[in-house]
Nanobody, 124 residues
Framework: QVQLVESGGGLVQPGGSLRLSCATS????????IGWFRQAPGKQREGVSA???????YSTDSVEGRFTISRDNAKNTAYLQMNSLKPEDTAVYSC??????????????????WGKGTLVTVSS
């Protein structure tokens, strides 16, 4: 059974950092691309960062230079290091996997399995 479970969310002050984890089971993570997505209240889901099967990373403009995605295939876990957090980063963050990483991955294209998410709140 495929499972993706996010953790590491919480309340952080502006300028602070958090590291999210996406623990997976039921499949071989090395065979999949991974994406991190977020959805803020009242807004559409948006892609944040993605990493291909061979380790190429991509981030959207809103987080470029602040967020870093990584993967540890041996641990079947993906990570999202978030630095210099802003109040507008407040959202539920979810991880997702797909065999292929398409150009429109920020829209969720190609993602086959999703976690339920973890809440990140950036506030003073």
């Amino acid at each position: 059974q495929v499972q993706l479970v996010e953790s590491g969310g919480g309340l952080v002050q502006p300028g602070g950092s958090l590291r999210l984890s996406c623990a997976t089971s039921g499949f071989t993570l090395a065979n999949y691309a991974i994406g991190w997505f977020r959805q803020a209240p009242g807004k559409q889901r948006e892609g944040v960062s993605a990493i291909s099967r061979d380790g190429n990373t991509y981030s959207t403009d809103s987080v470029e230079g602040r967020f870093t995605i990584s993967r540890d295939n041996a641990k079947n876990t993906a990570y999202l290091q978030m630095n210099s957090l802003k109040p507008e980063d407040t959202a539920v963050y979810s991880c997702a996997i797909g065999v292929h990483l398409y150009n429109d991955w920020p829209l969720g294209s190609g993602m086959e399995y999703w976690g339920k998410g973890t809440l990140v709140t950036v506030s003073s």
